[in-house]
């Protein structure tokens, strides 16, 4: 019994030792990008920006009056994508995802624009 106690205490005592030796969860890193469009055909790209809020706040001021938020995304890249008639945006990874989903969302369309955050590429 007793060699069982000491066993248990010192298994007991290396998880104590593990659980403060652990660093701290770190917070949600990274880059953001954003892409505004407007009705007017204007549009703008933001990004290596800290937060989303921050990328999605300089594409809309960068884009001008009656600019929405088309699409956000943290350390990836960011396409907007054209037809005749619709715009539209993905994020992925890397940039020919992005690329290719946008482009399947607007028939005949073509790419207008596109960003990647610090680290990511084509």
């Keep these: 019994m007793k ?3 000491t066993t248990a205490v010192a298994v ?3 998880g104590v030792a593990l659980a403060t030796a652990a ?6 890193t990274g880059f953001y990008g954003a892409i ?6 204007r549009y703008s790209i933001s990004n290596n920006y800290g ?3 921050a990328a999605e706040i300089n594409a809309v001021n960068s884009c001008g009056p009656g600019c929405s938020v088309s699409i956000s995304w943290r350390n990836g890249c960011g396409v907007l994508a ?7 945006s993905a994020s992925s990874s890397n940039y020919p995802a992005a690329r290719d989903t946008a ?15 610090q680290g990511y590429s084509s």
């Design 51 to 53: 937060s989303y809020n």
């Design 36 to 41: 505004a469009v407007g009705s007017n055909g």
């Design 82 to 88: 054209r037809s005749r008639t619709h715009w539209s």
């Design 103 to 117: 482009l399947s969302r607007v028939y005949g369309g073509y790419v207008v624009n596109w960003r990647c955050t």
């Design 12 to 14: 007991a005592a290396a």
């Design 23 to 28: 660093p701290a969860a770190q917070a949600q």
């Design 3 to 5: 060699k069982f106690l």
